[in-house]
Every structure is written in structure tokens, then in C-alpha cells.
């Protein structure tokens, strides 16, 4: 239970217990009117569940992992962050983070105990070594910044070196699965092949009819991952023509529906159909995309063109994962130097 008091000297301060602290927790807000809201404020904050704030647990002595993810994890929820990613964050810490980082206070933690935390990882790939690790980083980092610890233990951690995945995906397999899909899975490999979006909720599923221009021939895909995410896609004749004509069909905002709702995943469907399709290497949707690319660079098309397709943050990164399409291009430089005669 939370109380609102007030000093003999008229500071007004809250008090409050939190679940496994032995001591009640307190909370100064100064005099006045104003000071009165801002403790009536917190109430409502507590009440809401955001017990760890950074306010609360700056004064602590001795902060421990398990206190500073919990501020952490409040100051997402405060921030609209989904459901989904704090589960994902409350997985990690609760099964692998915790139980080798909690038994002495972050100001004490080293690089060995965060190796220790690697080592649960041992079975995982890289990437998903990397992208668990990032977020154990971003709590220290997010103590560190608001002055919570004065000691951040993964300040010298680099990411394990990713292999890059190999895409099998041919122009003539995609076909395969096209012809066997569902027609609402026909629909998506349309888009996709034609867009080159990043498949998921950030881009792909996230379009809508709004976003489509027929007087000028153009879609706007909102990105969400760079700065360039954001772009203007031209629209093939053929393409057009398709759109219209789900236009009528649709009773939806969105251009990817099914049975009258907006769609935000379609794994099971494609892997069932890549596997009717008799392909026994690893496809996933984002394939598409990089066959998108490949295929226009192996045919000639411009390698700036296509990184502003892709909503690429620059030509440069287009070019270090995509250079090897280029077809002729090492050739052709090696042809610009003289010869040497005798």
C-alpha cells in the first residue's frame, strides 16, 4: 500500500513496499503545490506497476542486476514498447542473465562474469549470440547513461564475428513456390518481388492502400530500420494493373489481407509451400528480397538505384553484400590499366 505524508516541515514524501525488500521504500518531493502533484503522480506511477524508476533506485548503494533490468524494463513499458519484446527481455534475464549476474552488485561485475553468460549461449548461432548479448548491453548501457552504476562491465564487449547466411534461392525455384502457393500467399510474393521490402510488421505487412499513388505510378514504403528506409518505388504496368484489381477485392486498409484481416506473418503457409515445392535447401521470405536485388545487378541494373530500392543506408553497404553480382565489373577495371611491353 502506498501513503502520501507530509514532513513536520511540509516536505511531502510517499512511502511504499516493494515485493521481497524487507525496508519500506521513501520518496521525497520537496514543498509546495507542485511537490504534492508530482508524489501524487508517482502514486498513480506505482499503481501502474513502474515501481523501479531511475529516480527510485539512484539512491541505492549496492544496485543489483535484478533491480536495474526491472527500471529498465518500466522505463519500456512507459515508452509503449510491445508485450512481445519485454517477454523476450523477461526470458533472457530470468533464465540466463540473472542466475550468473545477480549474486554480487553491477558496480562489481567483470568481463569474466559476462563471459560466463556467453557460455549459455555456446549452442546458439552468432547472430543470435549477438543479438542476446545486445540486449544485456543495453541495460548496462542504460544504467551507465543515467549515472544508476558507475561501472559498466560490457564497455569493451565486441559482437562474435557472423558468418554470412548463403542464399540458394534461384529465379526458377521461386517460381516453383509461386505456382504452388495460396492465393493469398501468391499476393505476398507479388509484393515482395516487386517492392523488395524487408519482409515482417516493419515494412512488408505494413502497407497500405494510402501508400499507393496510381495518378503518379509510385508506392511509399515507410522503413522504419535506417534513416533512407522511407522511399518512392516506381510501379510496373503489370504491377499497377494487379493492384487495382485487388483494390476492388480488398476490405482492408492494408494491401496484405486474409479472410478480411491485415496479415503481420505468413512463415507457416511459405514453409509449407516451399516444401510442397520439393526445395530441400533453407528459403525464408527475406530470400526474396535478396534474389530482388541480385537478380536486377546481375542483369545490369544500377548499383545506386538499387540501394535506394532497398532503403539501404548507403551505396556502400548495397555494394559490400551485393558487389559479387556485378557481373564483368572486375574485368572491366582490370581492362582501364596499360599494359606493360617491353
Given at each position: 500500500?502506498?501513503?502520501l505524508?507530509?514532513?513536520k516541515t ?13 525496508s ?10 507542485v511537490?504534492?502533484?508530482?508524489a501524487k ?11 523501479y524508476?531511475?529516480?527510485v533506485i539512484s539512491s ?11 527500471c ?13 519484446w519485454i517477454?523476450t527481455?523477461?526470458y ?25 553468460v ?33 561501472n ?6 565486441k ?12 529465379v ?43 495518378d503518379?505510378?509510385?508506392?511509399k ?6 534513416l ?9 504496368p503489370?504491377?499497377k ?12 486498409d492494408?494491401?496484405?489481407?486474409f479472410?478480411g484481416?491485415p496479415v ?27 534474389l530482388?536485388?541480385?537478380?536486377i545487378?546481375?542483369?545490369g ?5 538499387v ?5 539501404h543506408?548507403?551505396?556502400?553497404m ?9 557481373k564483368?565489373?572486375?574485368?572491366a ?10
Open positions: 500500500m502506498t501513503k505524508s507530509q514532513t511540509g516536505i511531502w514524501y510517499i512511502q511504499y513496499r516493494i515485493p521481497g525488500l524487507h519500506p521504500q521513501k520518496e521525497s518531493f520537496g514543498r509546495g503545490d511537490a504534492m502533484e508530482q503522480e508517482r502514486i498513480e506511477e506505482l499503481k501502474s506497476g513502474y515501481v524508476t531511475p529516480k541505492r548503494r549496492r544496485l543489483y542486476l535484478d533491480e536495474l533490468s526491472q529498465y524494463l518500466d522505463v519500456l513499458r512507459s515508452k509503449g514498447k510491445t508485450d512481445g517477454r527481455i523477461k533472457l534475464l530470468n533464465d540466463h542473465f540473472l542466475p550468473k549476474l545477480c549474486h554480487i552488485p553491477v558496480n562489481d561485475l567483470t568481463m569474466i562474469d559476462i563471459f560466463k556467453v557460455e549459455r549461449f555456446s549452442d546458439k548461432s552468432a547472430s543470435t549470440q549477438n543479438r542476446y548479448m545486445d540486449i544485456l548491453k543495453a541495460i548496462f548501457n542504460f544504467g551507465y547513461q543515467l549515472e544508476l552504476i558507475t559498466n562491465p560490457m564497455k569493451l564487449w559482437q562474435t564475428k557472423e558468418r554470412p547466411r548463403e542464399v540458394y534461392l534461384t526458377q525455384d521461386l517460381f516453383k513456390i509461386y505456382t504452388l502457393a495460396p492465393d493469398h500467399l501468391k499476393w505476398i510474393i507479388e509484393i515482395q518481388w516487386e517492392l523488395g521490402t524487408r519482409p515482417g510488421k516493419s515494412e512488408l505487412f505494413s502497407l497500405k492502400w494510402s501508400d499507393v499513388d496510381f503518379n505510378d509510385v508506392l514504403v515507410r522503413g522504419t530500420k535506417t533512407t528506409s522511407n522511399r518512392i518505388i516506381p510501379l510496373t503489370n504491377f494493373e494487379r493492384l487495382l484489381v485487388m483494390k476492388e477485392k480488398a476490405t482492408t492494408y494491401l496484405i489481407e479472410k484481416k503481420s506473418s505468413c512463415k507457416r503457409a511459405f514453409m509449407n509451400t516451399v516444401k510442397k515445392a520439393g526445395i530441400t535447401y533453407p528459403v525464408r521470405l527475406y530470400d526474396l528480397r535478396h530482388f536485388a541480385s537478380t545487378l546481375a542483369n541494373g544500377d548499383l545506386k538505384a540501394s535506394k530500392l532497398l532503403g543506408a548507403s551505396t556502400m548495397t555494394a559490400n553484400i551485393y558487389y559479387h553480382e556485378l564483368g565489373e572486375k574485368a577495371a582490370l581492362s582501364r590499366k596499360p599494359v606493360l611491353t617491353l
